[in-house]
C-alpha cells in the first residue's frame, strides 16, 4: 500500500513504518500516530518441537539477540527484538 501512494495511486493510508522504505519516503508524508492510539504489531519466533534442524534454528535465534543481529532489524526500521524467555514471557 505504501508504494502505491508514493506512486499517486491514492491519497492516503496506515500502513507500518517500515513499509517506508529509502525509496519512496522522498514521495510519501508520513504522519505519525501518537503512541496512545498506537496499537504495535509483535511477532514471535521459536524452536518447535520437531523442527528438522533445531540446534541450528536455536543457534539463529541466539544469533538474532546479540548486538550484531541486533542490527539487522534495526537497518529495516523496527524496534530492538526483546527475549521474552528470559524474562519470563
Not at 508514493?6 to 513504518?17: D, F, I, T
Not at 496499537?39 to 524452536?47: I, M, Q, S, T
Amino acid at each position: 500500500m505504501a508504494q502505491k501512494i508514493s506512486l499517486g495511486e491514492g491519497e492516503a493510508a496506515v500502513v507500518y513504518r517500515t513499509d517506508v522504505t529509502p525509496s519512496i519516503e522522498d514521495n510519501v508524508e508520513i504522519v505519525e500516530i501518537p503512541e496512545e492510539y498506537n496499537v504495535k504489531a509483535f511477532n514471535y519466533a521459536g524452536v518447535l518441537k520437531n523442527a528438522s534442524n533445531p540446534k541450528l534454528t536455536q543457534e539463529y535465534l541466539d544469533f538474532i539477540l546479540t548486538p550484531e543481529g541486533q542490527e539487522i532489524p534495526r537497518g529495516f526500521g523496527y524496534e530492538p527484538i526483546e527475549d521474552q524467555a528470559s524474562r519470563g514471557g
